[in-house]
Structure formats: C-alpha cells, structure tokens
C-alpha cells in the first residue's frame, strides 16, 4: 500500500520533481467530536487540541499535541507525541506503531478510525540532488530541499527537527548561504553545551559588574548576528525560565544585556534545530507552547540515514571526498561494492556523522572499523564472543569481580551509548536518564573519548 510513497517523477530541467504518498484519513466515531474528519495533505496528521493541528479536537483527555500519523514506505506510521492520556490500538496504549489498513483508534477518551481511500497525493519536491553540504536524491531528502529552498529567501523562522548526525547544522549553514543575509555574519549557540547560568549572557550579553565574574562588558549572540543569521542548536535544552526572554526578544526584536538600563534593536534571523520532538516537550511543560509556534513557522524535518538507506552510496562517496581533502589523503576511485552492501545493512544510529567517523578510521587506518550487529566476515565484523572474560572474572574475589563486571559494562554501555547518539552528549544523558553532569563524570571516569 504504501510502498508507492517512494515513487518518483523529476521534471527535464531538473527543477522540480514530486512523489507520490498514499492519502489517508481520521474520522471521529465517538466522543465530542464524532463525525469530525481530517484529510492528509502532505503525507502527515497531527491530532491534538492546540491551534494549527490537522484533526483539532475539543475532548479534555486529548493532549495539545496527542498524536501523529505519517505515510511511510512501510505502511502509515502512528505515534503517540507523549500525550497524557495515551494513543491506543486494539486496546493497547501504542508508543509507535505500522499500520497497515483501516483501524480503530483511541486518543484519549475519544474514538476515531484510520480510513485508507485507496488514493495518492501527488507531493512536491526539488528536482536537485544536494542542498548545500546536504546529500542525498531520496524522496525524503528531496522534500527537504524544496521546503529549504522555499524558506532560504524569506526572514521566516525555520525549526529544524531530526535524529543526532542527520546534519541539522549543516541544513541551517545551507539556508544561511541561499538568504539575501548570505554575506552577514552565522552565529551558533549550543543550547545543551553551556551551563544554565552563561546562557542567558551567551545570547544577550552583559555590562559590567553584571554579575560576580563579569569584569568586562561582552556583546551577546543577538548582537554578533545583527545583519546576519542566529542559530540556535538542541533547542530543547533550553532552560524553561530563559525561554520568555527568548520569545520577547523575537517578538519586539531587541535585547537588553544582563545589567543594561536599556533594550537595544537588532536585526536577526533566528534558525533553531533540535533532536527532540517539542510537541512533546510542550505537553509536557518543559517548553513553552508560545516560543514553540513563534519558531515553528517552517519546520523541517531531516530523516535519519535509515530511513534513506537508497541514499547511502551517494552520501558515502560525498564524505570519502571531503575527508580525503580535509586529511590530504589518496581517494579511491571508488568504494567497494562489498563494502557498500555491508554498509547498508548497519542501522546507523549515529546517522550521517556515525558513517562519516567510520569513513574516517577507513581511510586513515585502512582497516575497517567494527560496525556493531555485523556477521562475521562482513566490513566491521566481529567474532562471536567466548567465556575468556567469564573467565578472567571467575579468578577474582567476589566483590572484585562484581565491581570489575560493573565498570566493564558501564564502560561498554557509555560507549554504545554515545555511539547511537552521535557523540551527542545532551541527548545521551536523557536517553541514559542522567543529567549531563552525571555522565560527564562517567565518561571522564572510564577515559572515553568525545567529540564537544
């Protein structure tokens, strides 16, 4: 069924292509709103009770943001956005799930039913291959250049969503390089790399005496963008308590340095990316539903390099391009097709920056590194493992053996940890449970290496 969603028609000259996504819809069977029906139009639904919402609904168990429905090549993906009362599907609370024909729904209290028409909309997309350092020809990343280049020339906020690795820097450099702003300054502020406390000075500045600390005056990020482009990274990281300031000063667009008497104009544009999705930060209080809409007036989402594996020959070949000019090292004419295959079969949490590492030790070490999952004798493989650590530990005293068991683990855990993250050390530690002080000192601990 929705297998089509792939299907791809580009346009001679090159400009403009679209695909072809199977339409659905939700109709409301029981509830307040029975008999409300949403259409998709553009391969997603969202389903919720705050404003702009594809299927708005009036039941108080429904979240502001409940529910999402997307058509995938897999079937119609639905999953729940962390919503208070729970999506279920045949009388199970669903965090994700495939759908693949007509089902009874439940959002919250009320009732709705997944209709299947038989039909495909016909989805715009660009008819280019690359957008910036972006590369990939896959229906989804060619969606993502028409919305980039539609939004380039424009001052309109951008939110750029997506995994850890799928290049949502790279995405808001390329929309910096395609805005009449192209020849004013790109700044980039890490909203999960700085302490609560200096952020508020990183994006505004202080005076003086401000605070304990502060000898001199220092201009913000506000005012080193003015003319140009402010790029806001991990978003979500954002402390709850900065995120009014954040909102005013998009809205009247001026600051105030911390210990200044008076506000100051500036003229930025303010492009944000994250890694969580902040519908469910919203629904949970941790983000303010206001700043939310103010800088999700275009949100682009980037696929994570699973979901575009077609792309990954093109994207391998772009990276051993620019890593051999970076490290002054021999291309190869080309990459090995055993390799290649190999390489297509590894899930890639770490996206993009996960294959580039591997592309790195490649061709540096001319050794190919181990990819975790792979079968012996494929590129990265690794022997299956034997009793020698049991082994060894059995030698020990109990509670030695015991605390050298833990510590290996930890180490190991931390490791793939970081690896499915892409180094990202902010979304390790939530998906770790942990504050990032917590796992800063573990990683410190167990002498492993990350890139900040």
């Known amino acids: 069924m929705a297998g089509e969603a792939s299907t791809l028609l580009v346009d001679r000259a090159g400009a403009l292509a679209c695909y072809r996504a199977p339409r659905f819809a939700v109709e409301m069977v029981k509830g307040p709103d ?25 039941d108080p168990t429904v979240s502001r943001f409940h529910a999402e429905l997307e058509a995938t090549v897999r079937g119609i993906a639905l999953r729940d956005l962390g919503s208070t009362n729970g999506t279920w599907y045949g009388g199970v609370a ?71 690795g799928t290049g949502k820097e790279l995405a808001a ?29 990183e994006l505004f500045g202080h005076e003086r005496g401000a ?29 709850l308590e900065l995120q009014p300031k954040l909102l005013r000063a998009l809205g009247e667009r001026e600051i105030r340095r911390l210990g200044a008497p008076r506000s100051r104009r500036v003229d930025v544009r303010v492009l944000a990316a994250t890694n969580r999705d902040l519908r469910r930060e919203v629904n949970a209080g941790s983000f303010r539903a206001d700043l939310f809409y103010r800088l999700a007036v275009v949100q682009i989402e980037l696929p994570p390099l699973r979901e575009r594996i077609e792309d990954l020959p093109l994207v391998a070949g772009e990276l051993v391009r620019r890593i051999c000019a970076e490290r002054e090292l021999d291309a190869p004419a080309e990459l090995d097709a055993d390799l290649l295959d190999a390489l297509s079969r590894h899930r890639w949490p770490g996206n993009v920056r996960e294959l580039r590492n591997y592309l790195e030790q490649l061709l540096i070490l001319r050794l190919a ?6 079968e012996p004798g494929q590129a990265g493989g690794r022997s299956a493992p034997g009793d020698a650590d049991f082994d060894e530990l059995a030698r020990l005293p109990l509670r030695l053996a015991k605390t050298e068991l833990v510590e290996r683990f930890e180490r190991r855990y931390l490791a793939r940890l970081l690896a499915d993250c892409g180094g990202n050390v902010a979304e390790a530690a939530r998906r770790a449970g942990v504050d990032r002080g917590t796992l800063f000192r573990s990683i410190r601990r167990h002498g492993i290496d990350v890139e900040r």
């Open 34 to 58: 029975a008999g409300l029906r949403a259409d998709s139009t553009d391969g997603r639904l969202t389903v919720g009770t705050a404003e702009g919402v594809g299927l708005r609904l009036t």
């Open 94 to 164: 669903v965090g994700e799930i495939v759908l693949h024909g007509e089902a009874e729904l439940r959002f919250g209290r009320s009732r709705g039913r997944l209709l299947l028409p038989g039909e495909h909309a016909a989805l715009e997309a660009s008819g280019q291959s690359s957008f910036g350092e972006l590369v990939g020809a896959s229906p989804g990343m060619r969606r993502v250049y028409l919305l980039l280049e539609r939004a380039a020339p424009t001052t309109a906020p951008v939110l750029i969503t997506g995994e850890s």
């Open 211 to 239: 605070f304990t600390g502060a000898v001199q005056e220092r201009e913000g990020a506000f005012e080193r963008a003015d003319g140009g482009t402010l790029f806001l990274d991990e978003l979500g990281e954002l402390p």
């Open 369 to 374: 590194p181990e990819l975790p999952g792979a």
């Open 173 to 201: 450099r390329a929309v910096h390089r395609a805005s009449p702003r192209r020849s004013g300054p790109f700044e980039v502020v890490d909203c999960g790399g700085l302490p609560p406390t200096l952020i508020e000075s």
